[in-house]
């Protein structure tokens, strides 16, 4: 997928991932896709719902053994 923008959390654990994409978005366009590149599981349930109470698409969870992608896209301000 074509990220308009990626961010490495690497190594850091809940929530920073979230607090980072957070920060991120802020700073995007609406209709822009965001990359999370990460290695906490707990992203895989906690991105979809930051996503559903922020009012932003949660596009894809890919879940390559040590490292899960995140495609964010920013739908509101």
Do not use: H
Request: proline share 4%; charged share 30%.
């Amino acid at each position: 997928m074509q990220a308009d923008k990626s961010i490495d959390c690497f190594g850091l654990m809940c929530p920073m991932p979230i607090i980072k994409t957070a920060q991120t978005v802020k700073e995007m366009k609406i209709g822009q896709i965001l990359e999370v590149v990460a290695t906490d599981k707990g992203i895989k349930q906690d991105m979809p719902v930051w996503c559903k109470t922020t009012g932003n698409e949660c596009m894809s969870i890919e879940d390559k053994g040590e490292e899960i992608k995140v495609y964010v896209r920013k739908t509101r301000e």
